[in-house]
């Protein structure tokens, strides 16, 4: 839930209709030759995780997770070894209601003030051609970890023109269950099964 990651610049991939094209005129453009073999530090402002469950049968609930820290290593001539690993402050977390965030960080829920962080490492990247790929990593929520596979493709890369530095991300999804992090109401109440939209962008330093 927190998250809840031939480009190995990619951590997901949203199904195509869900997904907003780049404009022509937009300085980014989905080359993964735009980003030179290194190591680059996320961006928080523009790092999220959007959670959705299935509220006891009756509504859909959705909320956000803003990325704290992380970064991405990559090399476009050894997309296979790119590394990913970006954490998220649990106590951020971001929802409609107030009350309900407080609910959420609860020691029913996240027990935040225990569990401070969730965190994403990857441990392979697979090419599935053009600019999606598979990544595998493990998720960490509560200090449980458990391995997790996300859909993948890159967005972009370019000079952003406010910061004069090279940008780039990427678009995920994966499905996850809250009981293997022992998140929550047991299920029927709301769903075990969480699924994850991630959006990643990263900088150059």
Do not use: C
Not at 65 to 82: E, R
Not at 128 to 154: E, H, M, S, Y
Not at 162 to 180: E, I, P
Request: proline residues 6%; charged residues 15%.
């Amino acid at each position: 839930m927190r998250l809840l990651f031939a480009s190995a610049l990619a951590l997901a991939a949203v199904p195509a209709l869900a997904q907003i094209p780049n404009s022509p005129a937009q300085p980014g453009a989905a080359q993964a030759t735009r980003v030179p073999a290194g190591t680059y530090q996320v961006d928080p402002a523009h790092t999220q995780v959007a959670w959705e469950v299935n509220h006891m049968g009756f509504s859909i609930l959705e909320g956000l997770f803003g990325a704290s820290g992380g970064s991405i290593t990559v090399d476009p001539a050894k997309p296979a070894a790119a590394k990913v690993d970006v954490t998220f402050n649990v106590a951020d977390l971001s929802v409609t209601s107030g009350a309900f965030a407080n609910h959420l960080k609860s020691d029913q829920i996240f027990d935040a003030a225990k569990y401070p962080t969730a965190r994403f490492v990857s441990t392979s990247v697979t090419s599935r051609g053009g600019n999606r790929a598979t990544i595998a990593g493990n998720l960490t929520i509560k200090n449980i970890t458990k391995p997790v596979t996300l859909d993948a493709t890159f967005i972009g890369a370019g000079t952003n023109p406010m910061s004069k530095k090279l940008n780039f991300g990427f678009t995920a999804t994966t499905t996850v269950k809250r009981s293997d992090f022992g998140v929550g109401l047991a299920a029927p109440v709301v769903s075990d099964e969480v699924k994850l939209h991630i959006h990643a962008a990263f900088t150059a330093a």
